[in-house]
């Protein structure tokens, strides 16, 4: 055993000392652009230009992201999304559960070793502010990928919705307001390319491209074909598979694929490549929007561009038929999770999102740092708060996630610090008024090596199973990751292995800098408390249900009103039996005056 | 909803205008019954009077008719249709004239037997033996034919008044609304000045005529608080957009902040039984405070009116009043006489006729 790990030690630092350091100095500050060509507005770029720069490294090197916020006038933090930091949870990133924001003049240093190849990419990650602009791919080269060789260019591409206002005006005037009590999600206003439009890919004949796609939108999924191109998928969310030939790809919000395309024979022509919105998605259509973006695989700049042709439908490859190259069979489930997603509102008519009851509500304190000051109550949940939706894990089970949606709306879902084997994925239910529920005794289609990634979505409602090994410790976010969705709380916590974190893992003085520098608590519970833990007074909870009927003062209300007939039935009654002799009086002094006038006259 | 056939404004219009003419038509049979004009000695002038009545109301009555529905016709061929997405704001503000036309017409009803009161004197005026003013053939077919003069005008007078109230509160209902409150209007007007001329127990129209205006009053209040409800809806409805009739009865259907209590169910404005009572009372399944206050302070003006005017029939003038009435009253009846049309028949008879029209006049129930 000894023997084994001193050989394992001498191989990891060997790698070790073949990896390079790569370090980005990045200021986050506020640019003016017009990617779209028809709003100039600012958006969140870094060292003045945007969209901002991808970040490349090479498997197994050191990435160290020092970043300074400029903003002047909001907080941000970075998330690195698909990228484990197994033994560093601080880096990961998420405002609330591993760090605090940091406020605008400080800054915050994210150092991690990256040990998966592939597509990621990075974004903030304090609340709902990466659409406007603070997202960008970051790119892990390996030498030793199964189809190293096969290709001749390595290039990325991504693509996008984009809205011309900015997210917190959006967030508070259109969207979680009682004004807005079915919870639309705002309409984006055009789809992106590279961030752009009408982009020219340049490409030569029979070469193979290797292309890294990501969706670094906020809402809309879309579907990417590349007309009278097939090509082959080769990896997703950092997971190689077996090359699977496909003509139409459907990515979600947040999900990587990667294609090898081969260029055709002639430079004759030039070929439209299209990403189109999932229209289902939105709530209304306005005259005025255009769902597609197009470039074209440049074969001849001289040639012409055409239009791309319509299409009847959509042929896309579920990726739930990928084959990881790194076969597993399914895990067995040590620890089950079933929640259920629905939208309701709540009693200040504002529409949420829920995992059962809950719907997510950030801490006073990072969870994060709450594991960090608890000692022994560490693997207690109720210390993490009553909104925090969390689950104390254990370490090096196997966990399973059943996801039975009664929402009608497409969900893309994200775990953090993790990839898992998508178990199972349900059809979209008959209709808007049935649901379909896991059941583990009459499962559906498990495929003998089931697809991983990190990122799944759930047909309407309809269902998906997860699993994964919890093998690295860390408070890790499972969130919907459309932005509208996650400000609406449609998020749970994994505290997994909280032992292991406080005994492996140090938070740098950095981070708790940045907490300091912005007045937000690092210690204790959920609420902030330091001396009891588990007197959770003064934690920010969801707020009140909507009442259930008549209240108190509906009540006093209708009596009162009840009374107020009656009375005045009764005064009408009165009125109506009070006696006429008043009438009888006024005739009679008519009479009397005019026998008197009739008298005079003769 | 039911206002698409019927609109409650111009029915209590209506309603009222033929109840004054009826009433006159009533009071008029009654005295050449009684022997005014010779009648009692000989059944032959009888039926001529009494056929000169019908005659005049029924010639009144079909100049109204021609004049309404051509003034009606222009009206609605030269309106355009206003009702569409404003429909909450029409709605109340419809809802609102409603309430306040029913509100001065039920007192009305309560003293019925008052208004038939005045009627006697002023027509028994108008019978009186006076001074005869003018020559002429003009004043002699007056003579003649004062009992059809008298109604033909009464009926002309209160039918223009009719058409003009109607045209003005119509102006945002459906052409479809306009038939049967017609209708109904005219045959219940009938129908209560049938009533009168018959006189009948008085205890027991009075009792039905109390119940009739607790009725009207509920109906009234009910109409009164939803016109206020209908507005706080169209603000709403204009902050959210057109989400709002996705949400049927469920949250997002109203606004929170102005929500005094709210059911799930018992829609007043599209469930079976419920609308009946939101047609009664104002039932809403979701009341807003505007719509509860409203409804508590309508009735209490309501009661502080019935006071008042309990007040004026017991003392003769109102409270704190008492010293600018009488003023007001020392000016001489024979300015009412010369504002009263009338009077502007020429007064025919002889003496004789005076003393009948007296005598009728204190005989007449």
Known sequence: ?602 | MYQNIFNVSIFFIVFRETLEASVVVSVLLAFIKQGVGKSADDPTVYKKLVRHIWIGAGLGFLICLVVGGAFIGTWYTLGTDIWGASEDLWEGILSIIAAIIISIMGLALLRLNKMKEKWRVKIAKALEQSNIRGKGWFRHFTRKYAMAILPFITVLREGVEAIVFVGGVSISSSAKAFPLPVVCGLAAGSVVGYILYKGGDFMKIQYFLIVATCFLYLVASGLFSKGVWSFQNHEWVKAVGSDVSEEGDGPGSYDIRKNLWHVNCCNGETSGGWMIFNAILGWENSATYGSVISYNLYWLTLMMTVGLMLFKERHGHYPFLKFWTKKRNAAPLAQEEQKSPENEIQQFGSSDESRETKEALVSVV
């Open chain 1, 1 to 602: 055993m000894r023997a084994f790990s001193l050989l394992a030690t001498l191989a990891a630092s060997a790698t070790a000392a073949l990896a390079a350091t790569v370090q980005y100095d990045f200021s986050v500050e506020w640019i003016q652009a017009n990617p779209d060509g028809d709003y100039d507005r600012e958006l969140i770029g870094i060292n003045g230009q945007w969209p901002p720069p991808p970040i490349k490294c090479n498997i197994h090197d050191r990435v160290i992201v020092n970043v300074t916020n400029n903003l002047g006038n909001e907080p941000t933090a970075i998330h690195f999304h698909g990228l484990f930091m197994n033994g560093t949870n601080a880096m990961d990133g998420p405002v609330g559960v591993t760090q605090c924001p940091v406020p605008p003049g400080s800054n915050i240093i994210y150092n991690f070793t990256v040990e998966q190849p592939g597509m990621y990419w990075y974004h903030s990650h304090f609340g709902g502010q990466y659409p406007d602009g603070l997202r960008a791919p970051f790119i892990v080269y390996d030498k030793d990928e199964p189809f190293a060789g096969q290709y001749d260019e390595d290039t990325y591409l991504t693509v996008s919705d984009y809205y011309h206002q900015s997210i917190p005006w959006l967030t508070a005037n259109k969207f979680l307001t009682l004004i807005n009590p079915t919870g639309a999600e705002p309409i984006p206003d055009a789809a992106l390319f590279n961030d752009s439009q009408n982009i020219k890919f340049n490409v030569e004949p029979n070469k193979t491209y290797k292309i890294r796609i990501v969706n670094v939108g906020a809402l809309v999924s879309q579907y990417i074909w590349f007309e009278d191109h097939d090509f082959k998928i080769v990896e997703v969310d950092g997971i190689y598979v077996e090359p699977t030939d496909a003509s139409m790809l459907y990515i979600t919000v947040a999900q990587r694929y990667t294609i090898l395309l081969t260029t055709k024979n002639s430079t004759d022509q030039n070929y439209p490549m299209i990403s189109s919105f999932d229209t289902d998605m939105l709530d209304k259509l306005p005259e005025d929007l255009v769902w597609n973006v197009t470039g074209w695989l440049t074969y001849d700049e001289n040639a012409a561009f055409p239009e791309p042709a319509l299409i009847d439908q959509y042929d896309f490859y579920d990726d739930f038929n990928l084959v990881p190259v790194e076969k597993e069979l399914p895990y067995e489930p040590d620890y089950s999770i079933t929640v259920d997603v629905s939208m309701q509102n709540l009693g200040n008519g504002v529409n949420y999102a829920f995992f059962d009851e809950l719907s997510y509500v950030a801490p006073n304190v990072p969870t994060l740092y709450t594991v960090m000051s608890s000692g022994n109550d560490s693997t207690d949940a109720t210390i993490y708060g009553s909104n925090t939706h969390t689950y104390v894990l254990g370490y090096q089970e196997v966990i399973e996630i059943v996801l039975n949606s009664k929402d009608p709306g497409k969900h893309p879902f994200h775990l953090h610090g993790h990839v898992f084997q998508v178990i199972e994925r349900s059809e979209a239910s008959p209709d808007d008024n049935s649901f379909l529920v896991y059941d583990p005794a009459n499962p559906g289609t498990v495929n003998e090596y089931p697809m991983r990634r990190d990122t799944v979505y759930v047909r309407p409602n309809g269902y998906f199973v997860i699993r994964f090994k919890s093998d690295n410790p860390g408070v890790w976010f499972f969130h919907c990751h459309i932005e509208w969705h996650l400000a609406q709380g449609l998020a749970l916590t994994l505290v997994e292995a909280p032992a292991e974190i406080q005994s492996k893992q140090v938070i740098p003085e950095d981070h708790y800098a940045a907490c300091k520098a912005g007045g937000y608590a690092y210690e204790g519970n959920a609420a902030g408390n330091t001396v009891n833990l588990f007197d959770l007074k003064g934690e920010k909870l969801q707020p009140k249900p909507l009442p259930a009927g008549f209240t108190a003062r509906g009540i006093v209300a209708m009596v009162f009103s009840c009374i107020s007939a009656f009375v005045g039935m009764g005064f009408i009654t009165w009125y109506g039996l009070s006696d006429l002799k008043t009438t009888e009086r006024e005739v009679a002094e008519v009479m009397g005056e005019s026998l008197d006038d009739s008298d005079a006259s003769k």
